[in-house]
C-alpha cells in the first residue's frame, strides 16, 4: 500500500485546510487510516483515525471539535478538514495506514507541512 498525502500550507490562525491522503496499491487489505503530526522539536503524535467501515473514528483531545476525518472508499481517499487552526497545529502532518494483519500502523505517507501563522 502507498500513501499520498497533500493539502498542506500556510494558513492564518483560524482559519482552515483541507489535507487528503490517496491509498495505492493493495488496498483491500487496509482496515483503518489515520492521520499523525509532528512538531519541531516534539515526537510525533496521534490526530485521528476512522476505520475501513466508515466509522467509527477517534480524535486526539487537542482537535476535537476543530478536525473532522472522513474517507471515500470508492477514491480510497481519506480527508482530514481542519478548522479554527491554532498555531500549535504547526507540523509535519502524515497519514498512516493498518492493514487487518497488524495491530498498529504498518503504512505511512511521507508528510506535509502545515504551518499556521499568529
Known amino acids: 500500500v502507498q500513501l499520498q498525502a497533500s493539502g498542506g500550507g500556510l494558513v492564518q490562525a483560524g482559519g482552515f485546510l483541507r489535507l487528503s491522503c490517496a491509498a495505492s496499491?493493495?488496498?483491500?487489505?487496509?482496515?483503518?487510516m489515520g492521520w499523525f503530526r509532528q512538531a519541531p522539536g516534539k515526537e510525533r503524535e496521534f490526530v485521528a483515525y476512522?476505520?475501513?467501515?466508515?466509522?467509527?473514528?477517534s480524535y486526539a483531545d487537542s482537535v476535537k471539535g476543530r478536525f473532522t476525518i472522513s474517507r471515500d472508499d470508492a477514491e480510497n481517499t481519506v480527508y482530514l478538514q481542519m478548522n479554527s487552526l491554532k498555531p500549535a497545529d504547526t507540523a509535519v502532518y502524515y497519514c498512516?495506514?493498518?492493514?487487518?494483519?497488524?495491530?498498529?500502523?504498518?503504512?505511512w505517507g511521507q508528510g506535509t507541512q502545515v504551518t499556521v501563522s499568529s
Open positions: 496499491g493493495r488496498t483491500v487489505m487496509v482496515y483503518r
Open positions: 476512522i476505520t475501513r467501515t466508515g466509522g467509527p473514528t
Open positions: 498512516a495506514a493498518r492493514d487487518y494483519y497488524n495491530d498498529g500502523y504498518n503504512y
